[in-house]
């Protein structure tokens, strides 16, 4: 070139060496001398490809390069012209190595589509190669749902659509929700199936005079896409009740009763306001039904009631429903009994004892059934103190004698009686009769216990607990123990006051001892512990007094520790 320069274009190995420049003028000669190392070009060899993939896969976007032996390439990414930051994205990670620098993109999600361009840098070139990455997904929630013309039973429903997230909608599912469904539930529509260029349909099936809430869904090929915010609420149109009620049945009730039951309509399907039941019966034969209106929502019991009604009469008996816009069906006819009639002959030969001061025995002969006409099933047994009126009674319902009565109180007089029972009330009572509780048990515990433990064997003595005039005499004692810390007791009853017990070594125990009586048991002594031990000689010795006293023989200190269960 004319400033000296030289171009060696497409230059190759045979062009290295040593290459000298000389400049030459009137008044000199000058050179310059340099080397020419010729290397590879950087090619990308496997360069990334655009592809297709679905939100949650995981890709590799390649990037191979042949080069130089004697340079390193450096590569890097950027994805849709930003410097991809591996140590800030979770999804991107650069895997290979040498001659690789491949893109791995983990749990792609709808964010990650875009231009991704991979580069490759060496000391004497660089190179670069795109590829374009679209990711598919379910598709984005529909747009603006709403609520058109509303019937008894169906809703117009129209909304807009959302991305399809590069595939196209398929179908659209409307669900609703009431104050009576769990969640949401898909409801039938009109098409049947909403195809994916539709965006309005008609839920049909709705029942009436009930609160709607409506959403749609939209489908594609990769999956289910997120709803739609809901519509407004909206109220489907009135209509008569078309639901009878369940499980109609009846029967017991007083005398001169017939009382009917059902099972009401759920507030969902009683279809507008101003509802109740239309209860109707007639005796098994008649041609005359009796219709009731019962105008309440939830009732489920009517009584009707008519002295001339003999005991367990048959009726055929229906219940139907209403609302403010007309009449709807009857139940199933089904039979029901009049209530049956009360046992009219009181129970004989009632007679109590006492068992202790806080209970007693009742028995009593059973109505024999030939003196009855009414069915017997059971009997009540009354009892109160005397001089307190029959309505203060403490009353006990039992299938036939004896019967016991508890909670009573000591040293007091009651009166007893006994009558007969059935669904249809009780009948007279038996004739009073007294009892007496017993005395009360003795309040004060055993005292001055003292214990000798040798080996496995415990040796307890105790004071003779001796009764105020107002209380039982003592006829004996329970010795009470359990290893620490278990609920299971062990029980030693004695008419002494000395007792030997044979307990485990090796185990902490709590030892407790009350007197009993006629009127039932007394307190107890305070709680006594004895730690483990195996095969230690020792004795103790507790006062009922406030004081304590420990007395020890053997080779170890035993502590005696009260505690209060």
Sequence with gaps: MEDGTLRITNASESDAGRYTCVARNPFGTASS?????????????????????TVGESIVLPCEVSRDSSVDPTFKWFFNGKLVDFSRHDHFEMIGGGSSGDLMVRNIQLKHSGKYVCMVHTAVDSVSAAADLIVRGPPGAPEGVLVGEVTDRTAQIS?????????????????????????????RT????????????????????????????????????EPSAPSQPVRTRPAAPEVAPANVSGGGGTRGELVITWEPVPEELQNGEEFGYVVAFRLLGSPVWIQSVVPSVDASRYVFKNDSIPPLSRFEVKVGVYNSMGEGPFSPEVI??????????????????????????VFWEAVPPSLSKARITGYEVQCWEE?????DARKEKVAGSPARIAGLKGSTVYLVSVRATNSGGVGPASVPVNITTKKPPPSQPPGNIEWNLTNSKIFLNWEHVKAMENESEVTGYKVVYR??????????ETNRTSVELQVPSGEDLLIQIKASSDGGDGSYSSPIRIPKMSSLNSRGFFSSAASKKVRVHGVALLVLVWLLL
Excluded at 196 to 205: E, F, L, N
Excluded at 387 to 391: A, D, L, R
């Design 483 to 492: 290893q620490n810390w278990r609920r299971r007791t062990n029980v030693v």
């Design 190 to 225: 009109v098409p049947d199936s909403v195809p994916g260029q539709m965006t309005r349909a008609t839920a049909v099936g709705l029942n009436p005079w009930v609160e709607y809430e409506f959403r749609v869904v939209a489908v594609n090929a990769v999956g289910v896409g």
């Design 33 to 53: 001398t340099g080397t020419l190392v010729v290397k590879e070009p950087t090619k990308i060899t496997v360069p990334p490809l655009s592809m297709d993939a």
């Design 159 to 187: 909304w807009g659509p959302g991305s399809d997230n590069h595939s196209p909608v398929t179908l659209y599912i409307v669900q609703a929700r009431t104050a009576f469904s769990v969640g949401w539930q898909a409801v």
């Design 387 to 391: 001089g307190s009126p029959v309505s």
């Design 336 to 361: 029901v009994y009049s209530a049956e009639e009360e046992p009219s002959v009181a129970p004989a030969r009632a007679w109590a004892r006492s068992l202790s001061a806080s209970e007693v025995q």
